[in-house]
C-alpha cells in the first residue's frame, strides 16, 4: 500500500508540473528586454538597440558603439476567470455497486469548494546585461534572465485540488557572450548558457473517501538541477538601411531528482494507514527543454520611424511523453503528451519623435503547444495575442530610460481531466472548468553607456 501511493503522488505531483513546464508557448518567459516589449519583440534578432541584444542576438553586440549596461524588470499581472466548473467524486464501481467487476470508476456525487480564478500572484521579472565592443570587430558580452517560468497558487479549497493547486516552476540562465564582425555586412556571435531550474509543486489527496478540503494530504514535490546549453546568431546588413537577424537557441538536458512528502493536517508526515511508514520518497525525471530559432527583420524606413517582423519557432514535437523512475530504475509513470511544434509571430515599429524621445507598438501572435486532451490547472493556457505599447526616453547621450505597457489576452480556453486513485486506491475524482485568462505587464529598463 505505501509503495503504491507513493508511486501514484509522486508520478502524479511532477507529471503535473512538467507538463506545465511544456506549456511554455503558452508560459514561455519574454521578458528579457523592456526596449523590446515596446515593439512586441518584432525585432528581437535584428533591431540593436542595447545591452539586451546579449540574449536577442550575440551576434549584434558588435555593431554597439560603446560599452553599456542594461537592467531592468517587467511586472505581470494575471487575472482568469473559472466558469461551468464541474468536479465530482469517482468509485471503484466493484466497491460502488458490491456486485461485478472492479476496475472502472463511476460518479457518487460533488467535490465541494471553490473556483475563485486569479490564482497566477503578480510576479516582477528581472534581467541585467552588459555588452563591451573590444574594437570595431569583436565584442564581449554577459546576461543574466529567465527563460522559463511559472506559478499558480489556487485558494485552499479550490475544486480542482487534486489535480494540482500550487506550482511554482523557475529557470534562471547565466550567458557569458562573444561577438565578431567581418564587415559591415556580416557578424556572427555565441554565448553558453549555465542554467538552474528549481520547482515546488502540489496537489491534494483525499484522507480516504473523505472529500473535504480540511482532512486532505498535502502532496508535495520538490526538486532542482542545473545544466549547460548554448546560442548562436548571425547577422546580416544588405544595405544600411536593412538589417536581418537569425539566433538559435539550444535545447537543455535536465536530471530533476525530486523529493516527495505527504503532509498531513497537523503539519507531520501522513502516515501510511496499513503500514503506519511515513509517506515520502524521490523519484528521477529526465527534462528536455526544446531548441528554437528567432528570425527578424528590422527596416530603416525614414531618419525617424523603423518598422520590423519576427517570427520564433519551437520544436515541441519532442516532447512526446512525461518517463518518472525511481532511484533503482523501476518505472512509475509513462504518460503520452503528443506536443506540437509552434509558432510565434510579430510585428511592431518605433517612431523618433525628438532627438531624446521614441515612441514604440506591436503586436504579437503566440499559440501553444498543448493540446485539449492533456490541459492541467497547473497551467490553462491557449493561444494569446499580445499588445505593446513603449517609449525610450534619453535625457543625456549616455543614458535611456524605457518603459512599456503590454495587454494579453488568451483564447478562452478549458480543462478536462479526471483521476482514479486516491489514499486506499479505491476512489477518484474528476474536474472540468472553463477558462479565460489576460494578463498586463509593466516594463522599466535603464541603460547606460560609458
Do not use: C
Not at 87 to 115: C, E, F, H, K, M
Not at 186 to 203: C, D, F, H, I, P
Not at 248 to 270: C, F, H, M, N, Q
Not at 341 to 353: H, I, K, P, R
Request: no cysteine.
Amino acid at each position: 500500500m505505501n509503495n503504491k501511493f507513493n508511486k501514484l503522488n509522486l508520478a502524479a505531483a511532477i507529471t503535473a508540473a512538467f507538463a506545465s513546464q511544456a506549456h511554455a508557448g503558452g508560459y514561455q518567459i519574454n521578458e528579457q528586454s523592456v526596449s523590446g516589449q515596446g515593439y512586441g519583440h518584432a525585432g528581437r534578432s535584428s533591431n540593436v538597440h542595447d545591452a539586451t541584444i546579449v540574449y536577442g542576438n550575440p551576434a549584434g553586440m558588435s555593431f554597439l558603439d560603446r560599452a553599456q549596461i542594461t537592467a531592468g524588470a517587467t511586472y505581470l499581472n494575471v487575472s482568469t476567470d473559472i466558469s461551468n466548473a464541474e468536479a465530482s467524486r469517482t468509485l471503484d464501481s466493484g466497491l460502488a455497486t458490491g456486485v461485478g467487476p472492479s476496475g472502472s470508476q463511476i460518479p457518487v456525487g460533488s467535490i465541494p469548494g471553490g473556483n475563485d480564478g486569479d490564482m497566477v500572484p503578480g510576479t516582477a521579472i528581472p534581467f541585467a546585461f552588459y555588452a563591451h565592443p573590444v574594437n570595431d570587430q569583436l565584442a564581449f558580452g554577459f546576461g543574466v534572465y529567465a527563460p522559463f517560468g511559472s506559478k499558480t497558487d489556487y485558494e485552499d479549497d479550490f475544486q480542482g485540488r487534486y489535480f494540482g493547486n500550487y506550482t511554482e516552476l523557475t529557470v534562471v540562465s547565466a550567458q557569458p557572450t562573444v561577438a565578431y564582425r567581418f564587415n559591415e555586412q556580416w557578424a556572427v556571435g555565441a554565448g553558453v548558457t549555465y542554467n538552474q531550474v528549481e520547482g515546488e509543486l502540489r496537489r491534494q489527496v483525499p484522507s480516504g473517501l473523505n472529500y473535504d478540503p480540511a482532512t486532505d494530504i498535502d502532496a508535495r514535490v520538490e526538486g532542482k538541477d542545473e545544466a549547460w546549453g548554448y546560442n548562436l546568431g548571425v547577422i546580416y546588413r544588405p544595405v544600411p538601411e536593412t538589417t536581418l537577424g537569425l539566433t538559435y537557441r539550444s535545447k537543455v538536458d535536465y536530471e530533476l531528482e525530486g523529493d516527495y512528502r505527504a503532509i498531513a493536517p497537523d503539519g507531520t508526515t501522513a502516515p501510511n494507514p496499513s503500514t503506519g511508514a511515513p509517506l515520502q520518497s524521490n523519484a528521477n525525471l529526465d527534462l528536455t527543454t526544446p531548441e528554437t530559432v528567432n528570425f527578424s527583420l528590422t527596416q530603416q524606413m525614414t531618419d525617424r520611424l523603423k518598422l520590423m517582423f519576427g517570427a520564433s519557432w519551437v520544436r515541441w514535437s519532442q516532447f512526446e511523453e512525461i518517463r518518472v523512475v525511481n532511484d533503482q530504475g523501476g518505472l512509475i509513470t509513462q504518460e503520452p503528451q503528443n506536443y506540437e511544434n509552434v509558432w510565434a509571430f510579430a510585428t511592431g515599429g518605433e517612431y523618433q519623435l525628438t532627438p531624446t524621445l521614441a515612441l514604440r507598438a506591436g503586436v504579437t501572435l503566440d499559440f501553444t503547444p498543448s493540446n485539449d486532451e492533456d490541459r492541467s490547472v497547473r497551467i490553462p493556457s491557449d493561444d494569446r495575442r499580445i499588445f505593446s505599447l513603449g517609449a525610450g526616453w534619453s535625457p543625456t547621450p549616455d543614458m535611456t530610460l524605457d518603459f512599456a505597457y503590454s495587454y494579453l489576452t488568451e483564447r478562452g480556453t478549458f480543462v478536462d481531466q479526471q483521476r482514479n486513485d486516491s489514499l486506499n486506491g479505491a476512489g477518484g475524482a474528476t474536474y472540468s472548468a472553463d477558462y479565460k485568462n489576460e494578463a498586463h505587464g509593466f516594463g522599466a529598463q535603464l541603460t547606460y553607456r560609458f
